[in-house]
């Protein structure tokens, strides 16, 4: 939401910029919104009544009268429709309709290889989205489709780009293909940035300046900046997995190691570490299952992988500058390993000042924070001041 001390002009402002100010979930009155934006009671009146036919605001009471008659109370309609949100990782899928504000109103989460391909899994997510609208929205209709995929993808068009876990996705449409079944806007990022989203409005909501960082499969960081999602100009930043990561007094590796990060300290590389120590570990999720068993190995290579990735968010510290650090992805569960790790080494490495209010916390959203930040993907366009300016002049 804008700042309400902006919003006060002598010139008014438009009925898209006017509803912005109901996505803080307050009910207000007229006589309120004319305070707050300085417009007259007429100019109030006629963007409100076109919010109103828009189902953008509804009536939700009135305040006591003053003599006349009792003025309502006016707030964001968020049950005017729904959102399909969609976070997909490189083994799972979580599906879930959402309301305008994105909480959820069904949910379904279920295994699922993000290599079997983009036609593959876009139906089965089809087939899952449809049976959830029909259950929990049957009469709501659909805004838009939002989507996180475990890969680059360039905002712009949706697609995929060169992502290295996701064999056949590499330039699909994937936005074109999902609008035959829904024909809807259709919005697609990355999943770090889509878990950045989600985790920011769940937990964090008052701050501004926020690094996701999920550990799973590959390593990657959803990065927000003044409040602002930063994705770079190819839809790639925060694409921390191939840094180098800088060895140090702590690393085991030779001095000579040139590897990225997930080379390093993804579940993948600390189950590789895992099974040449002759252990049964195929991935991350196994990895977790010995840690939680008290495996000694284990519980040293996660500590190492967090002393890895903290190296390189010590770089991140140092140049983003970010009040909270939230570490996400199946190896984040393993206990408090992987945190420790990464705490030891930011907050001895970092600058000082960069680190004097730092929190660096484990996920509270755990899986919702994918379908949130991917429901806010499509309420964030639709909902814009510019969307609600051309809804709202084709119903007048």
Do not use: C
């Not at 009925?15 to 007229?30: S, V």
């Not at 409100?48 to 003025?71: E, H, K």
């Amino acid at each position: 939401m804008r700042d309400e001390a902006v919003l006060t002009t002598s010139g008014g402002i438009g009925t898209g910029e006017l509803f912005q100010i109901f996505l803080d979930g307050r009910a207000r009155t007229k006589a309120e919104l004319g305070e707050i934006t300085g417009m007259s009671r007429n100019a109030v009146s006629s963007r409100v009544d076109a919010l109103l036919r828009g189902r953008f605001v509804v009536p939700v009471g009135s305040d006591p009268s003053s003599g006349g008659r009792r003025p309502a109370r006016l707030a964001f309609n968020a049950d005017a429709g729904v959102v399909l949100a969609v976070d997909l990782g490189a083994t799972h899928a979580t599906i879930a309709v959402t309301n305008l504000a994105a909480s959820v109103l069904g949910l379904h989460s279920t295994p699922m290889a993000i290599s079997a391909g983009p036609t593959e899994i876009l139906d089965r997510v089809f087939e899952i989205g449809a049976e959830l609208l029909e259950q929990h929205a049957p009469q709501k209709p659909l805004y838009g489709v939002g989507i996180g995929l475990p890969g680059p993808v360039e905002h712009s068009t949706g697609r995929p780009v060169k992502p290295p876990i996701m064999p056949g996705w590499d330039g699909f449409d994937v936005p074109e293909y999902v609008q035959r079944r829904f024909p809807v806007p259709v919005y697609v990022d990355n999943d770090v940035n889509v878990l950045a989203l989600g985790e920011r409005t769940l937990s964090w909501p008052d701050v501004d300046d926020l690094v996701f960082v999920k550990v799973a499969t590959g390593i990657g960081a959803g990065i927000i900046s003044g409040g602002v999602l930063q994705r770079g100009s190819q839809g790639i930043a925060g694409d921390i997995g191939h840094v180098r990561v800088p060895h140090s007094k702590d690393s085991v590796r030779p001095i000579d190691d040139e590897r990225g990060l997930s080379s390093i300290a993804s579940g993948t590389a600390i189950a590789a570490e895992l099974r040449a120590k002759g252990l049964e570990a195929a991935n991350g999720f196994d990895v977790v299952r010995l840690v939680e068993q008290g495996h000694p190995a284990a519980i040293a290579a996660t500590r190492q992988a967090g002393r890895e990735v903290g190296e390189v968010l010590a770089m991140v510290v140092n140049t983003l500058n970010p009040a909270i650090i939230v570490i996400g992805g199946v190896v984040a569960t393993a206990g408090d390993h992987l945190l420790a790790g990464i705490r030891e080494v930011v907050y001895r490495t970092s600058i000082p000042a960069a680190t004097q209010n730092l929190q660096v916390v484990q996920t509270k959203a755990k899986e919702r924070a994918g379908v949130l930040g991917a429901a806010i993907l499509v309420t964030q366009q639709v909902l814009s001041s510019q969307n609600v300016e051309a809804v709202v002049a084709r119903h007048a």
